[in-house]
């Protein structure tokens, strides 16, 4: 029986407004290449710096931080990667519901657990999913907000929530929520 070559994890670094991000996913055997991670400075639970074994490919990542660098300067409002998070089942369906929010827009994490067909009560369970979102800015865990419309928690900060929300607003005339 012959199994095929693990993936190779990959990772490049880019510059933004909110500090060094990094990104990373599996390169396949055959090259091809899906985008796991996008992480901030200081964001909890993630790698500030490339894991022991990584493979510096900016190739692989040159469409991702050629979207992240239209996003930052106002010039896309969606993403158009392969995406290749890791998570549950649960997870995956949350973080496919985060693709759903429109440019500019919010919802609360009741509305999120709504349009990821969960019930009301599933809502803190929603919030934890949200909050282990691999693939920040990509999958727009920022316009989630609490139910009083208050920025609640972000993984990489509630000032950089602050300013990803303003950034849209801006790129809208101004009212985000």
């Known amino acids: 029986m012959t199994t095929a070559p693990a993936a190779t994890t990959v990772f490049a670094t880019m510059d933004s407004p909110l500090g060094t991000l990094l990104l990373s996913g599996p390169r396949a055997a055959d090259g091809t290449f899906a985008l796991g991670a996008v992480t901030a400075p200081g964001q909890k639970g993630a790698l500030a710096t ?3 074994g990584w493979e510096p490919d900016a190739d692989a990542l040159a469409p991702a931080v050629a979207q ?3 996003y930052f300067a106002g010039e896309r409002t969606a993403f158009d990667l392969p995406l290749a ?5 649960f997870r995956q369906q949350v973080w496919d519901a985060l693709d759903d929010i429109p440019y500019g827009t919010t919802l609360t994490y009741g509305q999120l657990a709504d349009a990821a067909g ?4 599933a809502v803190r369970a929603v919030g934890g999913a949200v909050g282990a979102n691999p693939l920040l800015i990509v999958r727009p865990c920022h316009r989630v907000m609490g ?3 208050s920025l609640t928690g972000f993984a990489a900060g509630i000032d950089a929530k602050r300013w990803l929300l303003a950034h849209e607003s801006s790129e809208r005339g101004g009212r985000l929520f």
Do not use: S
């Open 147 to 149: 139910a009083n419309g």
């Open 68 to 70: 992240l660098t239209a």
């Open 85 to 89: 998070p890791v998570g549950t089942p």
């Open 118 to 121: 969960q019930p009301p009560r």
């Open 50 to 52: 490339p894991a022991a």
